[in-house]
């Protein structure tokens, strides 16, 4: 277990990332590295990810994001850093929105 401080990743990844398995790569990720939130395709064809977790936790889940899945292409991840707010109890994929 970590002592790192909780905090919350919000992240949209860009390129070829629907249609390659990403939601479902970004969960087993999540699911190995112990922390919680949700992931889903948006419409515009890109793939938002809100988590919550260790610090150094989301650091690590950022630096897959940036490579994805072998058929994945990410060209660009914008993400922010805000505080936990604790809602996530596990981790799952959204439907598109």
């Known amino acids: 277990m970590t002592n790192a401080p909780l905090s ?11 249609g ?7 969960q087993e990720q999540a699911l190995e590295l112990g922390i919680n ?3 889903r395709n948006r419409w515009n064809g890109s793939v938002e990810v809100t988590v919550e977790g260790p610090r150094d936790k989301l ?6 994001l940036r ?3 072998p058929m994945a292409r990410v060209t660009n991840v914008d993400f922010e ?7 996530f109890k596990s981790f799952w994929v959204k439907s598109t929105g």
């Open 20 to 26: 390659v398995s990403f939601r479902y790569f970004v």
């Open 8 to 18: 919350r990743l919000h992240a949209t990844v860009e390129g070829r990332v629907q």
């Open 67 to 69: 490579v994805g899945p």
């Open 81 to 87: 850093w805000l505080p936990p707010s604790g809602e």
């Open 37 to 39: 939130g949700w992931v």
């Open 59 to 64: 650091e690590g889940l950022l630096q897959v």
